[in-house]
């Protein structure tokens, strides 16, 4: 089994299909939130592609320490902003994912905060997590989407505004 393959392959279709959502991204949201305790449109959507480069920093590192910097969020405000970092972010991770080899996935990768471990899995563990929170966010997304009435495009399938996905 080819790994790496399967890693990169399913980066790529999250990344278009990412694609699609963040080109409809309404700069006139940014201010969004259903509800208090969520996030803003803008910050989300920022999360999401931020992600996108969490397999090529976790391919070239050992941990992320909160406390200690090295993955700083970037201020974005504009689709444009957001899909210029949804490319530079899948670029580092396919560039990453393209030069490792099986044994780079078996390493620990840690989450820390001052030294105090909060999670820690495998490499090819803490990138399968990556994916998903890619498709978690990005579902989020979506609602926020749907609360405006704005069109979905499909994801793994159609939907209500695309049934001929």
Same mark, same amino acid.
């Given at each position: ?7 990169? +392959? ?16 309404? +700069? ?13 449109? %803008? ?39 957001? =899909?210029?970092? =949804? ?13 490792? #080899? ?24 803490? %990138?399968?997590?990556?994916? #998903?929170? %890619? ?5 989020? =997304? ?7 009435? %704005? ?15």
């Amino acid at each position: 089994m080819d790994t790496l393959k399967q890693l990169r +392959d399913e980066l790529q279709t999250e990344y278009q299909t990412t694609k699609r959502f963040l080109e409809i991204y309404p +700069d006139n949201k940014n201010d969004y939130r259903p509800h208090p305790k969520s996030m803003k449109m %803008i910050h989300l959507a920022t999360h999401i592609t931020e992600v996108f480069g969490w397999a090529g920093f976790m391919l070239n590192s050992s941990e992320l320490d909160f406390a200690k910097g090295g993955m700083e969020t970037k201020v974005l405000l504009t689709k444009e902003d957001l =899909l210029q970092v =949804l490319d530079e972010n899948y670029n580092a991770s396919e560039e990453a994912l393209e030069k490792a #080899n099986e044994q780079d996935l078996e390493p620990t990768w840690a989450l820390k905060n001052d030294g105090h471990e909060l999670a820690s899995w495998t490499k090819y563990a803490a %990138i399968r997590h990556s994916l #998903n929170q %890619i498709t978690h966010h990005r579902a989020q =997304l979506g609602v926020y989407y749907r609360l405006n009435d %704005i069109e979905l495009p499909g994801s793994y399938g159609p939907t209500a505004d695309n049934p001929s996905f």
